[in-house]
């Protein structure tokens, strides 16, 4: 079976640098869906934003490029 696609996977960083509200924004299919929040679910802290040298909540938006042979 060979399944491709890019999901696109919005979340938010928090001001101590985790990862919160992971949701997917086009699906592709229920297995790629599934696979790219559990990536997202388990990347480390990040550096939260700064505004004015306060720490800030922010959210991104990233593709997630899946090639299944």
Do not use: C, H
């Amino acid at each position: 079976m060979y399944v491709e696609g890019r999901v696109f996977v919005r979340f938010s960083i928090q001001k101590d640098g985790s990862v919160t509200q992971i949701k997917v924004i086009n699906r592709v299919n229920e297995t790629l869906d599934k696979e790219a929040k559990r990536v997202i679910r388990r990347m480390p802290k990040w550096i939260p934003a700064e505004e004015n040298v306060r720490k800030v909540e922010s959210e991104y938006t990233i593709p997630i490029a899946f090639e299944i042979n």
